[in-house]
């Protein structure tokens, strides 16, 4: 269990650590009841309706629905979004940094965050889950993983427990920093991560993704440090 000094200090590493991020990429507070043109859509079934987005798996989809944003060329980043499970059929959202151009892991994956009402585990998917050729061991029939993989995947993530209260706000504030991926909620740190291939200096776009249905979203905003 954490003192109460360490308490302190790490709330107060986690303001300082966002005071770095003083450029707006992009935000969106879906006030306009629609998407707008920078956004992006994979497989999603997502909608914009009162003012929040709701994430949308379509039934029967072989994947969870993407909505995304793209942007110039960036390694050091902080993304915001409240966020809602309304019920307890939501069960996960990942936060997605991506390069679209790095063909050395599926889907140019770099490293996620996944956010469920128990759970938040950061991922290192460059160097681990999506390094193409593991990838391609893990999605065999059977799998072939073999245990150096395992052992090298059990370096490459991180799950933190968490409570989160369904049917309630909260805010979710990620900041990537060179190799390290912070993550806070409702403004109290969660925990942090080291792995290689967080410092990819080449993210170009940042996906929600919902694990089936009932996440909503707001208030989302993508920084970058200041140039």
């Not at 879906?30 to 798996?57: A, E, M, N, Q």
């Not at 291939?197 to 996906?207: A, E, F, N, Q, R």
Request: a neutral charge.
């Amino acid at each position: 269990m954490k003192t109460p000094l360490a308490l302190l200090l790490a709330s107060l590493s986690a303001a300082a650590f966002a005071g770095d991020y003083t450029r707006t990429i992009f935000s969106d507070d879906f006030s306009s009841g629609k998407f707008g043109p920078r956004w992006g859509h994979y497989k999603s079934g997502s909608v914009v309706k009162d003012g929040v987005l709701i994430g949308i798996t379509p039934e029967g989809s072989d994947h969870s629905a993407v909505d995304s944003v793209k942007f110039d060329a960036e390694r050091d980043l902080e993304v915001s979004v409240k966020f809602k499970f309304v019920s307890d059929k939501a069960k996960s959202f990942n936060v997605w940094f991506d390069d679209k151009d790095y063909k050395g892991s599926h889907a140019g994956h770099i490293c996620n965050v996944n956010v469920s009402p128990a759970e938040v585990k950061i991922g290192d998917a460059k160097t681990g889950n999506f390094r193409n050729d593991i990838y391609e061991r893990k999605k065999a029939v059977p799998p072939t993983l073999t245990a150096e993989d395992k052992a090298l995947l059990a370096t490459k993530n991180k799950s933190i427990p968490v409570k989160l209260t369904l049917s309630e706000w909260h805010t979710l504030s990620i900041t990537t920093k060179a190799d390290e991926v912070s993550v806070s909620i409702d403004g109290k740190a969660v925990g942090s991560f080291k792995s290689e291939g967080v410092g990819h200096d080449h993210k170009t776009l940042v996906s929600l993704t919902t694990n089936q249905v009932d996440v909503h979203y707001d208030d989302f905003s993508i920084k970058g440090v200041a140039k």
